[in-house]
T-cell receptor, first 113, second 112 residues
């Protein structure tokens, strides 16, 4: 079965640079979620989109923005990167048919140097 | 206090053992409940949803006690491949689209 696709899988950036992470949800899933998982920590919710509209917002810094496009893929844009932004960034998707279950992509490992 | 509390472990058990994980959640408005497993540096993978009536999937049994705000996961006949971190996860919003709140995970190591 098709899974959530994330790109790139690994990204190395310097402080103050920008980064864009992409997420392609499972086909026919209409909701996308972004999570950040720092070293040794549990995943923390950043933001979610349903039918291309922002549906919920968590602990997302103002330096970050995200959107969902007409084909349901989503992008997380990160600017003025800081060392503390180094983490695994997961995208998850869910379907209106089984709205309680979220399926995670393999993640993007961002390292800020 | 975290919204979802778990014993961090590690639980070290021999192959074939039965092991139980517990979890408590603080928000009584929580609507849906899950167990995910996460292998080192990998994504969380949905193990099972947890229903009020309890549910079983092969060697795995999950129970929910809403009155006590308590969730459990039982693994029977442990396999080496069960070694992972088990995350207790809750969803508060009744429409299901809200964020998942994760516990810090319980680490299981199954030994030969």
């Amino acid at each position: 079965a098709a899974g959530v696709i994330q790109s790139p899988r690994h990204l190395i950036k310097e402080k103050r640079e920008t980064a864009t992470l992409k997420c392609y949800p499972i086909p026919r899933h209409d909701t996308v979620y972004w999570y950040q998982q720092g070293p040794g920590q549990d995943p923390q919710f950043l933001i979610s989109f349903y039918e291309k509209m922002q549906s919920d917002k968590g602990s997302i810094p103002d330096r970050f923005s995200a959107q969902q496009f007409s084909d349901y893929h989503s992008e997380l844009n990160m600017s003025s990167l800081e060392l503390g932004d180094s983490a695994l960034y997961f995208c998850a998707s869910s379907s209106g048919q089984v709205i309680y279950e979220q399926y995670f992509g393999p993640g993007t490992r961002l390292t800020v140097t | 206090r975290k919204e979802v509390e778990q014993d961090p472990g590690p639980f070290n058990v021999p192959e074939g053992a039965t092991v139980a994980f517990n979890c408590t959640y603080s928000n009584s408005a929580s609507q849906s409940f899950f167990w995910y497993r996460q292998d080192c540096r990998k994504e969380p993978k949905l193990l099972m949803s947890v229903y009020s009536s309890g549910n079983e999937d092969g060697r795995f049994t999950a129970q929910l006690n809403r009155a006590s705000q308590y969730i459990s996961l039982l693994i029977r006949d442990s396999k080496l491949s069960d070694s992972a971190t088990y995350l207790c996860v809750v969803n508060i919003n009744p429409t299901g689209r809200r964020a998942l709140t994760f516990g810090s995970g319980t680490r299981l190591q199954v030994q030969p």
